[in-house]
């Protein structure tokens, strides 16, 4: 009788497996491995080496509090010769003296999360079972069974791998770019994205089911697209709030990645932390899904339509000075962002696999609960609204149409003759480059083309007719050149009578600040011509002149004014309106790299920043983070004002951990300049061997 087999040690190789999983960013404690990819581990038997046909071996994965081998979350599985196609398997790699080295791989299906492992040696009836380690399971992007493969090695890199991005704003005539740290394998980000995924509502009313489903992107995403917001009661991680009172919390301008956001939910055990707005809610959420090996794009929607009565239509109101008359609680986003996860769609017909819109911003109730998506992109574009899911949110966020109706002093109301355009400009981060890709064909056709009649028809939607009117006068509204923050400068409005009769018109024009939500603050500009007489063919140009003095106070921390021109022909009564929201620019933050970027060896920044305004600057602080570059958050305080036109500058001494092409990513506050970004690409050398 053989004696028993003996495990003595065992290496789960957590290294090695990291870079061949692509996980390695994740650092070497643990084991992080992806579906349906082998995984070597190496177990060392004392007194005795392992004999196939004497000794047998298996082992034992298990998930959640409730592993069932009918969930899917437990799983017994004998080491054999051949991989097994459809479960888990073990297979014997190489044997040297007392060491074997074991191959495990999981089906392309199995449930991601958190894993034990168990290793059970059995020689005749003698047994015994031994817990060798944990290791976390993530979807595979690079597996072509994998619901989550995406072909292109580029756009994995990019939307698996990639922990620092850019997200689009400003306004659909000066689109802005911020950078972003999503920071999806910096340390204990793994763990707070499972953690997240423990404290849904779904996970503590039935454990089971939800450990079972978590196996599917589509779940996966509904449950992330929930727990980024906190309207739920439901232990979310942001709180949002657009009115401008940030105290007793951070401003969402001032964020520059997921990673502080998430560190703070979790250690202040899962309270909400304060604030986000929709681009704070994507990053976090594209942060979560990256990491859990969902290839993840964060997207900006300019003139972004928010249709609460579901009738596609947005009603606007406007007095005669351009003021809103009433509050409708239908608006327009200056722009609004969300998230794209690319996944196959096995639960709808063929057609709608690929990139899935999921909108963690709390707008709208999805089944009870305060989500939106994965909603196909490709079922938007087709306007097949009944499809799962919230389909006809994202269909209007891009499609519907604006009425602008002029509230006249008798109190009746005229519409304007022209809609305002919404979807626009739909924009994302190029793959592998730091500029825009425009991705507006993905969500509609082009405009006036009879597939977006077929469509429209399809969706019910039959009010572009209201673009055809055309009176002959046509109303823009034009900037000189850049309007820099603290500076004054000139709009116009552009008036062009196309047909061979003079008209007489009224041109009000009105401006004022605003928030990139569609509310507005003060009027800071204004004009009121009654007489403005336009012979045949004639263009006319008319100056409003909007200074600093009248803005500054009321600029909101999203830099916008919105400039309302409305233009009344005397003859007829009709009336246009044109809107153009106006984006205040920033002062620049340079940002200059001294010695030689190699990884392990100490670097300089000097960041700077001139006061472009003509106060002091207050309580000036900057804080600087870049995954691989700096550790953690660096926050530097300036004990002096910054007078006007002076120099806010600072020197950051930091050590880069990690080779390749990072992002050094810089976020200036004060008491006057709020949310200034910057970054600086720096490529670091390995460390020489």
């Given at each position: 009788m053989a004696e028993d087999l003996v495990l003595e040690t065992w290496d789960l190789q957590c290294e090695r497996n990291g870079r061949e999983h692509r996980t390695a960013e994740m650092g070497c404690q643990q084991l992080v491995v992806r579906r349906g990819q082998p995984f070597t581990i190496t177990l060392h038997f004392s007194g005795r080496s392992y004999e196939e046909g004497v000794d047998k071996l298996a082992f034992n994965v298990e998930t959640g509090p409730c592993p069932i081998e009918t969930s899917g979350t437990r799983s017994h599985f004998a080491v054999t010769d051949f991989p097994e196609e459809s479960g888990w398997s073990a297979v014997i790699q190489e044997q040297d003296e007392g060491s074997l080295s074991v191959s495990l791989c999981s089906p392309p299906n199995a449930r991601v999360g958190r894993y034990s492992l168990t290793l059970e040696t059995s020689t005749g009836y003698q047994g015994t079972s031994c817990h060798i380690g944990d290791f976390v399971l993530l979807f595979n992007a690079w597996h072509p069974?994998?619901?989550?493969?995406?072909?292109?090695e580029d756009e994995r890199r990019e939307y698996v791998l990639s922990q620092q991005g850019l997200i689009y704003q400003g306004s659909r005539d000066y689109i802005t770019s911020t950078p972003w740290n999503f920071g999806q394998f910096e340390d204990g980000i793994l763990s707070i994205c499972?953690?997240?995924?423990?404290?849904?509502?779904?996970?503590?009313?039935?454990?089971?089911?939800d450990c079972s489903r978590r196996n599917d992107p589509v779940y996966i995403g509904r449950v992330v697209s929930a727990m980024v917001n906190c309207n739920d009661e439901?232990?979310?991680?942001?709180?949002?709030?657009?009115?401008?009172?940030?105290?007793?919390?951070?401003?969402?301008?001032?964020?520059?990645?997921?990673?502080?956001?998430?560190?703070?939910?979790?250690?202040?055990?899962?309270?909400?932390?304060k604030y986000g707005q929709c681009w704070v809610f994507a990053a976090v959420a594209c942060t979560v899904m990256r990491c859990l090996g969902i290839p993840s794009r964060v997207v900006t929607n300019y003139n972004s339509a928010h249709d609460t009565n579901g009738n596609l239509i947005i009603d606007r109101y406007l007095n005669e000075t351009g003021m809103e008359d009433r509050r409708s609680r239908d608006m327009i986003w200056n722009f609004h962002c969300w998230v794209e996860s690319w996944m196959a769609r096995p639960d709808l017909a063929p057609g709608y696999d690929g990139w899935q819109a999921l909108d963690p911003t709390p707008q709208e109730k999805s089944e009870g609960v305060f989500c939106c998506g994965p909603a196909p992109v490709k079922a938007v574009r087709e306007g097949d609204l009944q499809l799962k899911y919230d389909i006809p949110f994202v269909f209007a966020e891009v499609n519907a149409d604006v009425v602008y109706w002029v509230v006249q002093g008798d109190g009746t109301h005229k519409k304007s003759t022209h809609s305002s355009v919404v979807g626009k400009n739909i924009s994302t981060k190029s793959v592998g480059r730091d500029s825009r890709e425009d991705i507006t064909h993905t969500y509609k056709y082009p405009e006036g083309s009879e597939k977006e009649r077929e469509v429209f028809a399809k969706a019910e939607h039959e009010t572009r007719s209201l673009r055809e009117e055309d009176e002959g006068l046509h109303l823009k509204i034009k900037l000189s050149e850049g309007a820099n923050n603290g500076c004054d400068f000139d709009v116009f409005a552009v008036i062009n009578n196309s047909t061979d009769t003079e008209r007489v018109c009224r041109l009000m024009l009105c401006a004022r600040t605003a928030s990139y939500n569609g509310t507005v603050g003060p009027q800071c500009g204004m004009k009121d011509l009654l007489n403005v007489t336009l012979e045949p063919w004639a263009e006319k140009r008319v100056p409003l002149r909007i200074l600093y003095e009248n803005y500054g106070e009321n600029l909101t921390q999203d830099n916008l004014i919105k400039v309302v021109a409305l233009l009344t022909e005397y003859q007829t009564g009709d009336v246009i309106v044109a809107i153009r929201d106006v984006y205040i620019q920033n002062p620049e933050i340079k940002i200059r790299i001294l010695g030689e970027p190699m990884q392990n060896r100490k670097l300089v920044a000097e960041i700077s920043l001139v006061n472009p305004l003509a106060a002091p600057?207050?309580?000036?602080?900057?804080?600087?983070?870049?995954?691989?570059?700096?550790?953690?958050?660096?926050?530097?305080?300036?004990?002096?004002?910054?007078?006007?036109?002076?120099?806010?500058?600072?020197?950051?001494?930091?050590?880069?951990?990690?080779?390749?092409?990072?992002?050094?990513?810089?976020?200036?506050?004060?008491?006057?300049?709020?949310?200034?970004?910057?970054y600086r690409n720096v490529i670091i050398a390995p460390q020489p061997n």
């Open positions: 069974e994998d619901t989550v493969f995406l072909r292109d499972l953690n997240l995924l423990d404290a849904n509502p779904k996970f503590l009313r039935d454990q089971n089911q439901d232990r979310g991680v942001l709180a949002g709030r657009w009115d401008n009172n940030y105290e007793d919390g951070t401003s969402p301008m001032a964020w520059i990645g997921s990673v502080d956001i998430l560190k703070r939910w979790k250690k202040f055990g899962c309270q909400p932390v600057l207050n309580n000036c602080v900057f804080v600087v983070e870049g995954t691989g570059l700096t550790d953690g958050q660096q926050v530097k305080e300036l004990e002096e004002p910054v007078e006007p036109q002076a120099v806010a500058k600072f020197r950051l001494d930091f050590v880069p951990s990690q080779a390749g092409l990072r992002k050094l990513m810089v976020d200036f506050e004060s008491d006057k300049l709020t949310g200034v970004k910057g």
